[in-house]
């Protein structure tokens, strides 16, 4: 006899979903936590919207919250790195006098 562990996500008496996950049942449920709380801030909106436009519209926005904090920033790329300190070790005066003053090295 094989015995199967199920977690139930149940809301107001419904049950909604189940899983076999406790990880996935506990995600589903803050999801619906948040569109829970998004159907709220609808039903405060200047706009009207029936009960049943209302849920599915504050479960879409849950579902697709990553979508609603705008695009993603692509990390700045980092700046070329100096050849080696061996390179800068043979930098002479004479190479000095040659460079503008925002690329001298100083010399040890």
């Known amino acids: 006899m094989a015995v199967t562990i199920q977690y139930l996500v149940v809301r107001n ?12 049942a506990d995600a589903y449920d803050r999801l619906l936590d948040l569109a829970e709380h998004l159907d709220e801030v609808l039903e405060r909106a200047p706009i009207s919207l029936n009960e049943t436009d209302r849920e599915a519209l504050a479960l879409f926005l849950a579902e697709n919250q990553d979508l609603l ?31 503008p003053a925002d690329q001298i090295h100083a010399v040890a």
């Open 13 to 24: 008496g419904i049950e909604k979903m189940t899983f076999t996950n406790k990880k996935e």
């Open 69 to 99: 904090s705008g695009p993603k920033k692509q990390p700045a790329k980092k700046a070329a790195k100096p050849a080696s300190k061996a390179a800068d070790a043979e930098l002479t005066t004479d190479d000095v006098a040659d460079e």
